[in-house]
């Protein structure tokens, strides 16, 4: 079946614009995870969703970020005025249970840029 | 909190030779461990996870990991390394105690396999 899907898969973005990032989870799972990758770096917690709440943001480095699953399914992760250091990979990742035992699923990410 | 410690940020192994890849975990009750394997420009798939059943788990592609509470190690082993195994390497964690489903990751392992 199909997995975990990111767009875009490449973002280039001007210091201070905004930027809008999207996953598409595997259909029905109910756990959705949103997690940041430094080059060279592990992936780091920033979010998590358990169908459409928001149970856990407080790995958002800074107001500026924000993420929203509003139906439960479809997740965007919003990003205003980036920054250079904002530059990595956006990975999201679902699960189908919410048990902290359950396998996350992983999509291939979205790399950003900021110059 | 909890963290991981992966000792060794390059491991090089001829084709057929032994894989040893080492994770430490630090929390006062043993978490439930991953391995993960990211390929370039790839998201990051599960080879085994260890969930407090066998202390020897094995996963997929012939990797293992032995869960050693003694040691706080989960290190993720291969009797023969084939070329196909080169990629990122990354051990996971996730809290028992509070049900919170975020993985906590190493910094990785970058695996290289020469001929």
């Known amino acids: 079946g199909a997995g975990v899907s990111q767009s875009p898969r490449y973002k280039v973005a001007k210091r201070g614009q905004d930027v809008a990032l999207r996953c598409d989870p595997i259909s029905g799972h109910v756990s959705l995870f949103w997690y940041q990758q430094a080059l060279g770096q592990g992936p780091e917690f920033l979010t998590y969703?358990?169908?459409?709440?928001?149970?856990?943001k407080s790995g958002l480095p800074s107001d500026r970020f924000f993420a929203e699953r509003p139906e439960g399914s479809v997740s965007t992760l919003k990003i205003q005025r980036t920054q250079q250091e904002d530059s990595a990979v956006y990975l999201c990742a679902s699960s189908s249970g919410a048990g902290s035992w359950e396998t996350q699923y992983f999509g291939p990410g979205t790399r950003l840029l900021v110059l | 909190a909890q963290s991981v410690t992966q000792l060794g940020s390059h491991v090089s192994v001829s084709e057929g030779a032994l894989v040893l890849l080492r994770c430490n975990y630090s929390?006062?009750?043993?978490?439930?461990l991953f391995w993960y394997v990211q390929y370039p420009n790839q998201g990051l798939q599960l080879l085994l996870k260890y969930t407090s059943a066998a202390t020897l788990v094995k996963g997929i592609n012939g990797f293992e990991a032995e869960f050693k509470k003694s040691e706080t190690s989960f290190h993720l082993t291969k009797p023969s390394a084939h070329m196909s195994d080169a990629a990122e390497y990354f051990c996971?964690?996730?809290?028992?105690?509070?049900?919170?489903?975020?993985?906590?990751f190493g910094t990785g392992t970058r695996l290289l396999v020469s001929p």
């Open positions: 929390s006062s009750v043993p978490p439930y």
């Open positions: 969703f358990q169908n459409e709440a928001q149970l856990d």
């Open positions: 996971a964690v996730s809290d028992r105690e509070t049900g919170f489903q975020k993985l906590v």
